[in-house]
C-alpha cells in the first residue's frame, strides 16, 4: 500500500514538473510580471523630499497616461513643481466628475538602515516590493492607472469624467500643490463630486478607510519669571511655572492615551498631545551658566486635535490650565489648522445613507471581495483636507491588508498581491463611482458636508 502510493506520487510529481517545464509562461503571468514591472518603475525614481526629482516623475506619469489615451497636462502652480493632471471624458461630462488624488513625493530615508536600498524596488523571493513610497503612497497613484489600464480593456465607457491628480508636496504639506490646486479655476472647472486620498495599510484581513482627519495645532508655551541664584528656592522661577505647565499637559495627555490603550476610543478619536522641544538655560562657552535661574523658558507641543472634539474647550483648557497669565506664561501657535468649516460644521465625509458616494465605495469594496473595517479619522494631516474644506466628500483609503504600517519607516514594502488585489478593488471602485447617474442627489450630499 505504502509503495504504490509512492510511486503514484512519484508519477504525479514528474507530470508536475514537465507540465511546468513545457507551457510557456502564461498570459495572466506575463501580465502580471508588468504590472509589476511598471509599480518598480515609478517607485525607482527618487522623489524623496527635500529634492524629489519632480521633472522625471512628471515625465514618467504623462507617458504611462498618453499611453492609456489619457489627456495629459503638467501644471505648475508654483514654477518647477508639476502637478500632473490626466483625464478620462466621460458620456455625461456635465455630471460631477470624480478625482482619484496621490502625491508624488516621499518622505526620505536612511539608506544604511535598509535592508535593499530604498529605490532598488527589490522584488525579494517572498514576494515583497520593498521601496520608499510603496505604501506612501505611489502604490495607490499607480493602482489608479492600472484599473484605468483594465476597464479601457473591458471597453468600459464612464458616465462622469475621471481626473487623475498626482501633486508634488503633500509630504511638506502640500501647500504648492494640493492647496493651490483646490483653490484653482482649473479645479472648479473640473467640477469634482468625489475625491479617493491616501489611507493607511491594515495589518489584519480588513481595509481602513478614513472620513475625516486630525488637524495640527503647533503650539509654543513660554515662562518668565526673576531670575536668581542657583542656590536659592523661591516661587515662579520661569523653570517652576514652565514645569507646572508641562506636568498639567502630561497628565491630560495621560488621559488621553488611557482611552485607546482601554480600547474606548481610536487613535483618530482623542486629542493627542506631544512635546517636540524645550528651550531654556544660559548658555556659557563650555555648555550652561550652572549657578543661575533663567529669567525665561519655552516648550513646543504638537497638538492633533480630530474633528468631533470641542475646540472651544481645549483653547480654554490651554489659556487657563497650559499657559495660564496668572502664572508668567503665555502661549502661541506656529499652525493652528481649523478643526470646522465655514458655517462651523466638523470638517468631515459622512459615512451614513445621506452620502451616496460613501454606500457606492463600500459595495464596491465589498464586490470586489474586499473587508472593510468601520471608518476611521486619520491621525495626521493629509491632502484630503483642502478637498474637504471645499465641503467636498473626500474617502482617505489605501487598499492594503495583511500589511504592517510601515509608512515613514526603515524597510517600508508592499507584497505583490496586496498591490494586485488592491488594483481589482479600484476597478471596482472606478466602476461604480464613473456609472453613477444621480444629478439630484449629488447636489444634496454636497450641501450637507
Ligand atoms: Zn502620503
Not at 538655560?281 to 486635535?305: C, K
Not at 478637498?387 to 509608512?407: D, H, K, Q, W, Y
Amino acid at each position: 500500500m505504502e509503495v504504490s502510493c509512492r510511486i503514484i506520487f512519484c508519477i504525479l510529481l514528474l507530470a508536475a514538473v514537465s507540465m511546468e517545464g513545457a507551457e510557456p509562461e502564461s498570459e495572466s503571468e506575463s501580465e502580471e510580471s508588468s504590472i509589476i514591472s511598471r509599480f518598480q518603475q515609478y517607485l525607482k525614481i527618487n522623489t524623496a523630499q527635500p529634492t524629489p526629482r519632480y521633472q522625471e516623475v512628471a515625465d514618467f506619469l504623462i507617458s504611462e497616461g498618453k499611453g492609456l489615451s489619457l489627456e495629459s497636462e503638467s501644471i505648475e502652480f508654483v514654477g518647477g513643481k508639476p502637478l500632473v493632471l490626466l483625464k478620462w471624458e466621460g458620456k455625461n461630462p456635465h455630471l460631477p466628475s470624480i478625482l482619484l488624488y496621490s502625491h508624488t513625493d516621499v518622505v526620505p530615508s536612511e539608506h544604511s538602515k535598509w535592508t535593499h536600498h530604498p529605490f532598488s524596488a527589490h522584488l525579494d523571493s517572498h514576494g515583497r516590493i520593498f521601496a520608499r513610497g510603496s505604501q506612501d503612497m505611489k502604490c495607490v497613484g499607480m493602482q489608479y492607472l492600472e484599473a484605468v489600464r483594465r476597464l479601457k480593456a473591458r471597453n468600459f465607457q464612464p458616465l462622469r469624467s475621471l481626473y487623475l491628480a498626482f501633486s508634488p508636496d503633500e509630504e511638506i504639506g502640500g501647500h504648492d500643490g494640493a492647496e493651490k490646486f483646490a483653490q484653482s479655476e482649473i479645479f472648479q472647472r473640473m467640477n469634482v463630486g468625489v475625491v479617493l486620498d491616501e489611507g493607511l495599510a491594515s495589518p489584519d484581513a480588513h481595509y481602513r478607510a478614513f472620513y475625516a482627519e486630525r488637524t495640527p495645532w503647533w503650539m509654543v508655551i513660554k515662562s518668565v519669571g526673576a531670575p536668581g541664584h542657583g542656590s536659592k528656592l523661591y516661587d515662579n522661577s520661569a523653570m517652576e511655572n514652565l514645569l507646572k505647565s508641562i506636568e498639567s499637559i502630561r497628565r491630560f495627555r495621560a488621559s488621553q492615551f488611557d482611552l485607546i490603550k482601554a480600547g474606548l476610543k481610536a487613535e483618530g478619536d482623542v486629542v493627542s498631545v506631544n512635546m517636540v522641544f524645550l528651550k531654556a538655560g544660559t548658555p556659557s562657552p563650555t555648555g550652561f551658566v550652572m549657578n543661575l535661574q533663567p529669567s525665561e523658558a519655552e516648550a513646543g507641543f504638537d497638538i492633533r486635535v480630530p474633528p468631533t472634539a470641542d475646540p472651544e474647550s481645549l483653547e480654554r483648557r490651554i489659556a487657563e490650565e497650559w499657559a495660564p497669565s496668572s502664572r508668567n506664561m503665555s502661549f502661541s501657535f506656529k499652525q493652528k489648522a481649523p478643526t470646522r468649516n465655514k458655517s462651523g460644521k466638523p470638517i468631515l465625509t459622512k459615512t451614513d445613507g445621506s452620502n451616496p458616494w460613501w454606500d457606492l465605495f463600500e459595495n464596491a469594496v465589498q464586490k470586489a471581495g474586499g473587508k472593510l473595517g468601520k471608518p476611521e479619522v486619520f491621525p495626521a494631516a493629509t491632502d484630503s483636507r483642502y478637498f474637504r474644506e471645499l465641503g467636498l466628500p473626500a474617502i482617505g483609503f489605501s487598499p492594503m491588508a495583511n500589511t504592517p504600517v510601515l509608512l515613514h519607516d526603515h524597510n517600508e514594502f508592499l507584497h505583490k498581491d496586496e498591490y494586485l488585489k488592491g488594483i481589482e478593488i479600484y476597478e471596482s471602485i472606478i466602476k461604480a463611482y464613473a456609472s453613477f447617474n444621480d444629478h439630484g442627489r449629488d447636489g444634496a450630499s454636497k450641501d450637507e458636508l
